[in-house]
């Protein structure tokens, strides 16, 4: 919140992380799993209140988003630094939401970045600031504009941190009117649906755009949502990406003799 550098970049090198969205079909998976050893997890926006992550970013305002995510010391918080001063939203005494006194500033574990709305594929995973798309009046080189998605920051953190395997739950990446939307209680309106709607679309050929550059620097990114909108990345299974993601964690922890060997 001091505006002072924090190199956390290789924080996690070369490991798997689960990145955790908001989509109806996460409630779907065994979610107990993410309690394994060798699961890291960071979750976009209020998917946090329904799975407890390692790691959250968001890209909009702070009172869109649960004090109870904000509260969280064991939970590294990542938003645009441009938030630090703003403050987070609670309850009041009849459950009404109301500005808080409290900035993000002040609230344990966060970590501000700077990002970008200039969308352009080759410099992407490389470039000193965060691109999230492009500003609603901008055209990137394939004719697209606007389309702005934390999504793409929470891919593009991971990378930082030396995440090199990125398993995707509960990124749906559609929505239908009139049914439920998310993986918590959120209702959404006609224009609202219609507008996520086209922003899949253009994220479904951005993120096209990304792959080539995503496989010759060794990062893969699995799609464990059934039935997904989002059809850049190939499919695995949530169970197995879990069997993956824990292959050299042991079953049985053994520490007999441990304090007993020289050092």
């Known amino acids: 919140r001091a505006g002072a550098p924090c190199p956390l970049e290789n924080s996690f090198p070369d490991s798997s992380a689960f990145l955790v969205c908001g989509g109806p079909s996460l409630v779907k998976?065994?979610?107990?799993?993410?309690?394994?050893?060798?699961?890291?997890?960071l979750a976009v926006n209020n998917a946090a209140t329904i799975v407890r992550p390692n790691l959250w970013v968001c890209v909009d305002s702070p009172?869109?988003?649960?004090?109870?995510?904000w509260r969280d010391p064991g939970v590294w918080k990542f938003v645009p630094d441009t938030h630090m001063?703003?403050?987070?939203?609670?309850?009041?005494?009849?459950?009404?939401?109301?500005?808080?006194?409290?900035?993000?500033?002040?609230?344990?574990?966060?970590?501000?970045?700077?990002?970008?709305?200039?969308?352009?594929?080759?410099?992407?995973?490389?470039?000193?600031?965060?691109?999230?798309?492009?500003?609603?009046?901008?055209?990137?080189?394939?004719g697209l504009k606007g389309?702005?998605?934390?999504?793409?920051?929470?891919?593009?953190?991971?990378?930082?941190?030396?995440?090199?395997?990125?398993?995707?739950?509960?990124?749906?990446?559609?929505?239908?009117?009139?049914?439920?939307?998310?993986?918590?209680?959120?209702d959404r309106s006609p224009g609202s649906v219609r507008g996520n709607n086209?922003?899949?679309?253009?994220?479904?050929?951005?993120?096209?755009?990304?792959?080539?550059?995503?496989?010759?620097?060794?990062?893969?990114?699995f799609n464990c949502t059934p039935q997904s909108g989002l059809k850049v990345f190939p499919h695995v299974d949530f169970s197995e990406a879990v069997r993956r993601s824990t292959l050299q964690i042991p079953e049985k922890i053994l520490t007999a003799g441990m304090y007993d060997q020289a050092a």
């Open 198 to 221: 086209k922003s899949y679309e253009i994220l479904n050929v951005r993120l096209g755009r990304l792959k080539p550059y995503f496989d010759q620097s060794g990062f893969e990114v």
């Open 29 to 41: 998976h065994d979610l107990s799993l993410f309690s394994k050893r060798g699961i890291l997890t």
């Open 63 to 69: 009172t869109h988003f649960a004090d109870a995510i």
């Open 85 to 142: 001063t703003k403050p987070i939203a609670v309850r009041d005494a009849n459950a009404k939401l109301v500005v808080s006194e409290e900035s993000v500033g002040r609230m344990p574990a966060v970590f501000g970045y700077r990002r970008n709305e200039d969308f352009v594929p080759d410099r992407w995973l490389t470039e000193d600031t965060f691109n999230w798309g492009n500003h609603s009046t901008k055209r990137d080189a394939d």
């Open 147 to 186: 389309s702005r998605s934390v999504f793409l920051v929470a891919l593009r953190l991971l990378h930082v941190l030396g995440v090199r395997t990125v398993y995707l739950v509960g990124c749906d990446f559609k929505m239908t009117l009139g049914a439920a939307n998310y993986a918590f209680e959120q």
